[in-house]
């Protein structure tokens, strides 16, 4: 026999050996396959020998890539004061186990398998901005695929913290971001990737319960890769879920009631300002209003730093988008517009209470000037004519009459008339003059001396009389010049408010349509 003769047999039998070797493998594996259940015996295979505290792979070089998805389900809390925001989302994990493979021929074609979580490696993959357990049902097995997929979903009630902007209430938008790293492990180690297309992530609202409060507006997603102050680094995967305050509620409990206590001190103006109503009206609608403010105060978000524009401060500090590098770059769409530096902007309420106390002190000066006194100075002649010709002729109230009676000419009226009776008097009085009285030879007889003084007296309380209604009726002459001028200057200034109102009031929707609709 030639020497290379045994080689080339062994060569020849070798694969047919092999061959007879995996039959007969097959063959026991098939008898032990049919002697008990098939989940069973792949189960025991699987995790005989399997080692959960090592990562799966055969090349330690190789990185584990964890694929994540999520969908928002339901946002529970928005809890404003402590910057805290609740959501139940449905979080889906996959990646490759290369020690969880096997071939569905061998165990009765089976392609998929649930195991118990605990049993396998499990990536350490968690959300940065957790703040509190919630209470998530515990889901205590995964899915693995004949390839070494595995398929680990489970619902999760996150609490997290937000930076929450309610400068804007109730017409708000909160952006609040879920990142998902590993804690541990480089991304040498965990890779993390998207599940699903970002554009599907977005738009998905099929099983969000969408009754609610808060609107979902979108998911957005961004990967990124950071590093600590070491070498190493880290891979991240931000959620930044995009929600809107549904404004209907607030509108009807709190915006409505204040619009309505505005237009009713409107209508106040209407009032006599000489009845002196008008003060004890608007009196009642400040204090309507102060109650109003007690009740609802416990409805308005607050938190330490700031509250919205309907309550009583300003609010600073919102989200940057795309600045400095701790920024992302989001959709310029939902950015949220930068925020107001601190006390530079008026609020809701306080300003409407300031507009009723403005009115209320307009009303008092008004009523002061047209209340009768009886020692009442007579109308300026500078405001006279500053208010009944210059403010009216502005106001387009027409000529105002005025009394221009002199006061000197009054006087010396006066003067005259009580002379001319003090000289009639005197032609009438005194005995002795109507004793030198001549008297003609067929006049009568002159009055008995009790007739004349009767009639002197009585020319005396007439002059008095007369003196005491002109008196009386240059009081009222003073009264109604007030009464004039407080007129006219209550409509310069209820055309003052009222446009004060209207500008307040056009800048408040102005801005709620802006950032409802940004």
């Not at 009386?472 to 009264?479: G, I, L, M, T």
Request: proline residues 8%; hydrophobic residues 40%; charged residues 20%.
């Amino acid at each position: 026999m030639l020497p290379w003769a045994p080689p080339a047999l062994l060569a020849l039998l070798l694969p047919v050996l092999l061959t007879q070797g995996e039959a007969r493998r097959r063959g026991g594996l098939r008898a032990q396959n049919t002697s008990g259940p098939a989940l069973r015996q792949l189960s025991d295979h699987l995790l005989t020998n399997y080692k959960k505290g090592v990562r799966p792979v055969r090349d330690w070089r190789r990185p584990t890539t964890v694929s994540i998805d999520v969908i928002v389900y339901a946002i529970l809390n928005v809890d404003e004061k402590n910057q805290v925001l609740t959501t139940y989302i449905w979080y889906r994990q996959y990646w490759t186990d290369e020690f969880l493979q096997w071939n569905p021929e061998d165990f009765d074609n089976i392609t998929k398998l649930s195991i118990p979580t605990d049993s396998i490696w499990v990536p350490d993959i968690l959300i940065n901005e957790f703040v509190d357990v919630g209470k998530s049902p515990d889901i205590p097995y995964v899915y693995v695929g004949h390839q070494g997929e595995v398929q680990n979903y489970k619902p999760l009630q996150v609490v997290t913290a937000c930076s929450l902007d309610i400068y804007n209430f109730p017409f708000d938008v909160q952006n609040c971001s879920l990142t998902f790293t590993s804690w541990l492990h480089t991304i040498q180690d965990i890779n993390i990737s998207l599940w699903r297309p970002p554009e599907k992530v977005k738009f998905d609202k099929s099983v969000f319960m969408n009754q609610g409060e808060w609107e979902l507006l979108g998911v957005l997603t961004q990967f990124r890769e950071f590093s600590m102050e070491s070498s190493s680094s880290y891979a991240e995967m931000k959620f930044y879920v995009v929600i809107r305050r549904r404004p209907l509620f607030y509108a009807v409990s709190l915006l409505l009631p204040s619009i309505f206590l505005m237009v009713m001190d409107i209508v106040g103006f209407y009032l006599p300002p000489e009845s002196g109503e008008r003060v004890s009206f608007k009196i009642t609608l400040l204090l309507g209003y102060s109650v109003f403010l007690i009740i609802v105060s416990d409805t308005l978000p607050a938190t330490a730093i700031g509250t919205p524009l309907i309550g009583k401060a300003c609010f600073w500090g919102r989200a940057r988008c795309g600045q400095g590098s701790q920024a992302w770059a989001l959709p310029p769409s939902l950015c949220l517009p930068p925020a107001p530096s601190p006390g530079c902007t008026g609020v809701y309420f306080v300003v409407c209470m300031a507009l009723l106390v403005i009115s209320l002190a307009e009303t008092i000066l008004i009523v002061r000037l047209v209340h009768k006194q009886d020692l009442q100075q007579p109308v300026p002649a500078w405001l006279r004519r500053l208010v009944l010709e210059r403010i009216a002729l502005l106001l387009c109230l027409g000529e105002q009459p005025t009394s221009h009676r002199c006061p000197a000419a009054s006087q010396t009226s006066k003067t005259d008339d009580c002379s001319d009776m003090g000289n009639h008097c005197g032609h009438l009085g005194g005995p002795r003059d109507l004793d030198k009285t001549p008297r003609g030879k067929d006049s009568p007889p002159p009055p008995p001396r009790e007739a004349s003084l009767a009639m002197r007296g009585l020319l005396q309380e007439l002059a008095s009389i007369r003196h005491f209604l002109e008196k009386r009726e240059e009081s009222r002459e003073v009264a109604r010049d007030w009464l004039r001028v407080g007129s006219v200057l209550d409509r310069l200034l209820f055309r003052i408010y009222l446009l004060a109102v209207l500008a307040y009031s056009v800048t408040l929707v102005t801005l709620w349509s802006i950032w409802q609709y940004s």
